[in-house]
């Protein structure tokens, strides 16, 4: 009963380094999400996909690219990270778009820039 | 656009009492879904609660409920005999109905709640 994993839970880099963020899910959602979490702000969304292969920007996008490869993963990458992206970093998945069923997330990134 | 507002970025309660955390929201849509997130320290999203826009009935789940006022455009969370477990970030969350967008979450600011023995 795994849910939705993200991995990993902690990292730290350095302004200007690359990394990516994977979420899995083995619930056969076809929508996932990427949200960032800042005090104050709640979650804001920065890209999500609607299925296999598409990806779409939300809310806060900029400094960020995702792929959805393979339907159960969406990755979100920092190509050249800074410390404005300093987050807690969540993903999330649902089955539609259009219901009032929850979107289900993982437990989250916390991620720093220094 | 939709947007979110949560006025209250702190509440307390005393254990056993009750405590309502209001929400508030602005949307050109008539239809369209209403939810409480609930993230301990852990950091785990938990939803506590759901209402649709088209039910004319208050949600209830256990000890918790909503006060759902469509026209006011208002969705108060209401935590009845708080228990100490119910300290956490609370947060208000909009998702629209509508086909092909992506069902996104749109959340408040959250409200921090403290729980006193």
């Known amino acids: 009963n795994a849910g939705v994993t993200q991995t990993p839970k902690f990292r730290v880099l350095k302004t200007g380094q690359s990394m990516t963020l994977l979420c899995a899910q083995d619930m056969n959602h076809e929508y996932m999400y990427w949200y960032r979490q800042d005090p104050g702000m709640g979650l804001r969304l920065i890209h999500y996909s609607v299925g296999e292969g598409t990806t779409a920007k939300g809310e806060v996008p900029d400094g960020y690219n995702v792929s959805r490869l393979k339907k159960q993963n969406f990755l979100l990458g920092l190509e050249s990270a800074a410390p404005s992206q300093t987050s807690v970093y969540f993903c999330?998945?649902?089955?539609?778009?259009?219901?009032?069923?929850?979107?289900?997330f993982g437990d989250g990134t916390r991620l720093s820039i220094l | 656009a939709q947007t979110v507002t949560q006025s209250q970025p702190e509440m307390s309660v005393q254990e056993a009492e009750t405590v309502t955390l209001s929400c508030t929201y602005d949307?050109?849509?008539?239809?369209?879904?209403l939810f409480w997130y609930k993230q301990p320290p852990s950091r785990q999203m938990i939803l506590v609660i759901r209402q649709e826009a088209y039910k004319q009935q208050n949600a209830t789940e256990n000890r918790f409920s909503v006060n759902f006022q469509k026209a006011a455009k208002s969705f108060s969370l209401k935590i009845s005999d708080s228990q100490l477990g119910d300290a956490a970030m609370y947060f208000c969350a909009y998702r629209a109905m509508i086909y092909n967008q992506g069902g996104k979450l749109i959340f408040g600011q959250g409200t921090e709640l403290s729980v006193k023995p």
């Open positions: 949307t050109s849509e008539s239809d369209y879904y």
């Open positions: 999330a998945s649902s089955y539609t778009d259009s219901s009032s069923q929850p979107q289900h």
